[in-house]
């Protein structure tokens, strides 16, 4: 099933002093049950992408579609809040939330309730591989892959589809990093979640399901 497409996407990035295309006429669909690589440089157009499928931006022209429906058309915050999740290279846990704390903070926004939340985030917080032991600790008492594994837990909630993964090993050892794919890919696979992973990592694009390559804002198979 297609749950995100971009038809004919343009962006461009505009000062007083020139214009940058940063997305030139990408057309693309991404499914559930899936991980991908979207593969660049730096300045090729990559970040402006991820702030295009994330539901940060919506393109100047053409269409990003989710489940069928223009972004452009929805609130973008609750687009997020429900649909897609961003997991990013530096974590950006709350450093004086505990762990437990930090995976609840998504539901709880949502209204929901702190019991049901707290036990929704402890069985998320199992699927990723963190123990018991580490869920009242505060993030800087754990280490970077545990802090990621909390990354990833929490956008799992409300049962979030979409996860986009802003090169999620980049501040991770490359043993860890290996560790942190492998759960991202093993959630596309048997959590039905179509997983998007923004990579320079030839690594990482040989083990997702499909890698797109951005250069100069234009994508290749």
């Given at each position: 099933?297609?749950?995100?497409?971009?038809?004919?996407?343009?962006?461009?990035?505009?000062?007083?002093?020139?214009?940058?295309?940063?997305?030139?006429?990408?057309?693309?669909?991404?499914?559930?049950?899936?991980?991908?690589?979207?593969?660049?440089?730096?300045?090729?157009?990559?970040?402006?992408?991820?702030?295009?499928?994330?539901?940060?931006?919506?393109?100047?022209?053409?269409?990003?579609?989710?489940?069928?429906?223009?972004?452009?058309?929805?609130?973008?915050?609750?687009?997020?809040?429900?649909?897609?999740?961003?997991?990013?290279?530096?974590?950006?846990?709350?450093?004086?939330?505990?762990?437990?704390e930090n995976i609840m903070y998504p539901m709880e926004l949502c209204g929901m309730k702190e019991k049901e939340a707290r036990e929704i985030a402890v069985g998320l917080a199992h699927k990723v591989g963190l123990n018991d032991k580490l869920f009242n600790r505060f993030p800087a008492m754990i280490s970077g892959g545990e802090q990621q594994r909390v990354g990833i837990a929490r956008a799992l909630t409300m049962n979030r589809k979409l996860?986009?993964?802003?090169?999620?090993?980049?501040?991770?050892?490359?043993?860890?990093?290996?560790?942190?794919?492998?759960?991202?890919?093993?959630?596309?696979?048997?959590?039905?979640?179509?997983?998007?992973?923004?990579?320079?990592?030839?690594?990482?694009?040989?083990?997702?399901?499909?890698?797109?390559?951005?250069?100069?804002?234009?994508?290749?198979?």
């Amino acid at each position: 099933m297609v749950i995100l497409e971009l038809k004919d996407v343009h962006y461009t990035h505009h000062n007083k002093y020139h214009d940058v295309k940063a997305v030139d006429g990408i057309s693309a669909e991404f499914r559930k049950g899936k991980s991908y690589a979207i593969a660049g440089k730096s300045g090729s157009g990559k970040s402006t992408l991820l702030s295009l499928l994330s539901g940060l931006d919506v393109p100047e022209t053409g269409e990003v579609l989710y489940k069928g429906k223009p972004t452009s058309k929805m609130n973008l915050d609750n687009y997020r809040k429900l649909n897609a999740a961003v997991i990013f290279q530096d974590f950006k846990l709350f450093p004086l939330l505990t762990v437990l704390e930090n995976i609840m903070y998504p539901m709880e926004l949502c209204g929901m309730k702190e019991k049901e939340a707290r036990e929704i985030a402890v069985g998320l917080a199992h699927k990723v591989g963190l123990n018991d032991k580490l869920f009242n600790r505060f993030p800087a008492m754990i280490s970077g892959g545990e802090q990621q594994r909390v990354g990833i837990a929490r956008a799992l909630t409300m049962n979030r589809k979409l996860l986009i993964a802003d090169e999620p090993t980049g501040n991770l050892d490359s043993e860890t990093g290996k560790r942190i794919i492998d759960i991202l890919i093993r959630l596309a696979h048997e959590e039905d979640c179509c997983v998007i992973i923004a990579t320079h990592d030839l690594e990482i694009m040989n083990k997702t399901d499909k890698t797109y390559e951005i250069t100069d804002g234009r994508i290749s198979i």
